[in-house]
C-alpha cells in the first residue's frame, strides 16, 4: 500500500472503537487494490460526536462509517439521509462530498442479505415466514433486509415486548408481527428462516435459550453473532442438518458500499478477505 500528501481518507468512528474490524477490513482491500489511501478507527466519546464528525471534511476525509454508540446521533448531523437510513433509524456509512456536506446512508440491510445469498445461494427468503429474535439496532436492518427481499410475513420476538412493538410501529410494513418473547421456540412450526439479531450466545454474553425442535430441517438459520462464529445456536442448527449462516458476512458485505463511493473501487468479498479479517480472533 502506497501513501502520499494525496491519500484518500475514511475512517469509523466509535467509543470505544480498538475492538473494530473496519480497519482490517478496509486495510486488505486498500492493499490489494494499491490504492493510495487509509482508513483508520476514530475514538470519539458520546459528547464529542457533534464536534468531531465537523472536523472530519476539514481534515480531508472523503467518508467514515458509524458504529456503536454514534449511528442515531449521525442520523441529525448528516445533511442528506438516504431512504434505507430512514427506515431503519440509524446512519453507518457516510460520504463526505466537496462541498463538505454529509450524505448518510445505512448498508446494514444490504450487508445482511448479500450475505445470505453468498452463504446459502440455494435459499429463497420468499419461500416462507421469517423469525426474527431480538428487535434493537441490528434487527431493524435485518427486518428491511428481509421485508425489501419479499419474505412473505416477519415475526419478531424480543424480551421487551414494548421494544419489538417500537420496531414493527416504526417500519410499518403489514407483513410484520410480534410474538411473545417468552415462548419464541414454539413459532418455528412453518418458518422457512429464523434470524438471531441479539448478542446472546457472544463471547462474554449470556447464552440464547432455545429449541429448535419444531423447526423444519430445510429451514435456514442465521446468526449475526461472529465472535464465536459458530454460534450455539447455529451448533445446534448445523446438527440438525439445516443450512446455516454466520455472521461475519454481514460486516464484510455491508463495508462495500462505502469503499466504492470513498476509494472509487467496487471491492470483492471473498474467502481470503473471509480469513484475514478472522485471521485476529
Known amino acids: 500500500m502506497r501513501l502520499t500528501g494525496a491519500a484518500t481518507l475514511a475512517g469509523v468512528i466509535g467509543w470505544p472503537i480498538a475492538h473494530s474490524r473496519s480497519p482490517r477490513l478496509h486495510g486488505y482491500w486498500l492493499e490489494h487494490h494499491a490504492v493510495d489511501g487509509a482508513y483508520v478507527p476514530l475514538a470519539v466519546p458520546g459528547d464529542a460526536i457533534e464536534q468531531a464528525v465537523r472536523a472530519l471534511p ?11 454508540p454514534h449511528k442515531l446521533a449521525l442520523m441529525g448531523l448528516c445533511t442528506v439521509l438516504d431512504d434505507t437510513a430512514r427506515r431503519i433509524g440509524a446512519v453507518n456509512t ?5 462541498d463538505g456536506r454529509m450524505r448518510g446512508s445505512n448498508t446494514d440491510a444490504f450487508g445482511f442479505i448479500e450475505n445470505l445469498r453468498d452463504r446459502q445461494p440455494g435459499h429463497d427468503v420468499t419461500a416462507g415466514p421469517a423469525l426474527m429474535i431480538g428487535a434493537g439496532g441490528a434487527a431493524r436492518a ?4 428481509l421485508l ?7 415475526q419478531v420476538t424480543n424480551r421487551s415486548q414494548e421494544r419489538a412493538e417500537k420496531l414493527r410501529t416504526d417500519i410499518g410494513d403489514r407483513r410484520l408481527s410480534v410474538v411473545d418473547g417468552n415462548n419464541w421456540s414454539d413459532r418455528l412450526g412453518g418458518v422457512a428462516t429464523l434470524v ?48 446455516t449462516v454466520d455472521g461475519i458476512g454481514m460486516l464484510l458485505h455491508q463495508a462495500r ?23 485476529d480472533q
Open 58 to 68: 476539514l481534515l480531508g476525509f472523503r467518508g467514515f462509517n458509524v458504529t456503536v
Open 148 to 154: 425489501d427481499a419479499g419474505v412473505p410475513a416477519l
Open 196 to 243: 438471531n439479531t441479539t448478542s446472546l450466545g457472544m463471547h462474554g454474553a449470556p447464552p440464547l435459550d432455545f429449541d429448535l425442535g419444531l423447526l423444519d430441517p430445510a429451514a435456514l438459520v442465521s446468526d449475526i453473532v461472529y465472535t464465536p462464529l459458530e454460534t450455539d445456536l447455529l451448533k445446534q442448527a448445523t446438527a440438525r442438518g439445516n443450512p
Open 94 to 98: 457516510v460520504v463526505i462530498d466537496a
Open 257 to 279: 458500499a462505502g469503499f466504492r463511493q470513498w476509494f472509487g473501487i467496487d471491492p470483492t468479498v471473498d474467502t481470503a478477505l473471509r480469513d484475514h479479517v478472522l485471521s
Open 142 to 145: 435485518v427486518a428491511v433486509a
